[in-house]
T-cell receptor, first 112, second 120 residues
Framework: DTAVSQTPKYLVTQMGNDKSIKCEQN?????MYWYKQDSKKFLKIMFS???????INETVPNRFSPKSPDKAHLNLHINSLELGDSAVYFC???????????FGNGTRLTVT | AQTVTQSQPEMSVQEAETVTLSCTYD???????LFWYKQPPSRQMILVIR??????QNATENRFSVNFQKAAKSFSLKISDSQLGDTAMYFC?????????????????FGQGTILTVHP
C-alpha cells in the first residue's frame, strides 16, 4: 500500500555507467518531482512533470533525463555517471495547489 | 528566487521538554504555503505540519505547532513534550505556485535543515 515507491533503494555503480531509477505513485496525483539530496543533506529540485508534461527543469546536466510514460510514473535515467552524482534521489508527488508533496523513501546512488 | 534559511544547524533537547526550530524565508509573493518536514535516520521525508500564508491562525498538529509571522517572514516550529522518536533532521520548506501554459504547479524550496537530538 506504499503511496510513492522508488526502486532500487540502493544503487552502487562505476563511473561512466548508465543507470535508471524508477518511481511510481498510486495516489492519483497529477504532478511528480525528482529531488536530489547531497552529502550535506541539502534538498534541491531537479524536475517536475504534470500529467506527463515537463514543467520544471532546473539547471541539471543533460546527462539526467526524466521520462514519464503516464502520470503515475516518473523515471530518472542518468548517463555517463560521475562521482559527483552520488546522492540520495527522492521522487515525490502532489495532488492540487495547496497540498503537500508526498515523498518516496529515496534511492541512495553511490558512484565509485 | 525564493530562499529559505534555517540558522540552527543542530539543536538538542531533553525528553519531555519543549524546543523551537527557527526558519526564515525571503519572498515577494503574497500567496504561498509553508511546511515542516521531518527526516529520521530511516531517510523518509515525513510531513509534520503546514501553513497557508493567507491564514493568520497558527497551525497545530498534536505536539507540533508553528509561529507564523508573515511580516517578518518567519515560520518557527515548536515541539512540545519532546520524545525520543522526534530525533531527526527537520526541514522548513516554502511552496509557491506558478502558471505555465494553463497548468498550475507548485515548487517546493527547502532550507538547509536542523538536526534535532532528543536526549533521555
Amino acid at each position: 500500500d506504499t503511496a510513492v515507491s522508488q526502486t532500487p533503494k540502493y544503487l552502487v555503480t562505476q563511473m561512466g555507467n548508465d543507470k535508471s531509477i524508477k518511481c511510481e505513485q498510486n495516489l492519483g496525483h497529477d504532478t511528480m518531482y525528482w529531488y536530489k539530496q547531497d552529502s550535506k543533506k541539502f534538498l534541491k529540485i531537479m524536475f517536475s512533470y504534470n500529467n506527463k508534461e515537463l514543467i520544471i527543469n532546473e539547471t541539471v546536466p543533460n546527462r539526467f533525463s526524466p521520462k514519464s510514460p503516464d502520470k503515475a510514473h516518473l523515471n530518472l535515467h542518468i548517463n555517463s555517471l560521475e562521482l559527483g552524482d552520488s546522492a540520495v534521489y527522492f521522487c515525490a508527488s502532489k495532488l492540487y495547489n495547496n497540498s503537500p508533496l508526498h515523498f518516496g523513501n529515496g534511492t541512495r546512488l553511490t558512484v565509485t | 528566487a525564493q530562499t529559505v534559511t534555517q540558522s540552527q544547524p543542530e539543536m538538542s533537547v531533553q525528553e519531555a521538554e519543549t524546543v523551537t526550530l527557527s526558519c526564515t524565508y525571503d519572498t515577494s509573493e503574497n500567496n504561498y504555503y509553508l511546511f515542516w518536514y521531518k527526516q529520521p535516520p530511516s531517510r523518509q521525508m515525513i510531513l509534520v505540519i503546514r501553513q497557508e500564508a493567507y491564514k493568520q491562525q497558527n497551525a497545530t498538529e498534536n505536539r507540533f505547532s508553528v509561529n507564523f509571522q508573515k511580516a517578518a517572514k518567519s515560520f518557527s516550529l515548536k515541539i512540545s513534550d519532546s520524545q525520543l522518536g522526534d530525533t531527526a533532521m527537520y526541514f522548513c520548506a516554502f511552496m509557491k505556485h506558478y502558471n505555465a501554459g494553463g497548468t498550475s504547479y507548485g515548487k517546493l524550496t527547502f532550507g538547509q535543515g536542523t538536526i534535532l537530538t532528543v536526549h533521555p
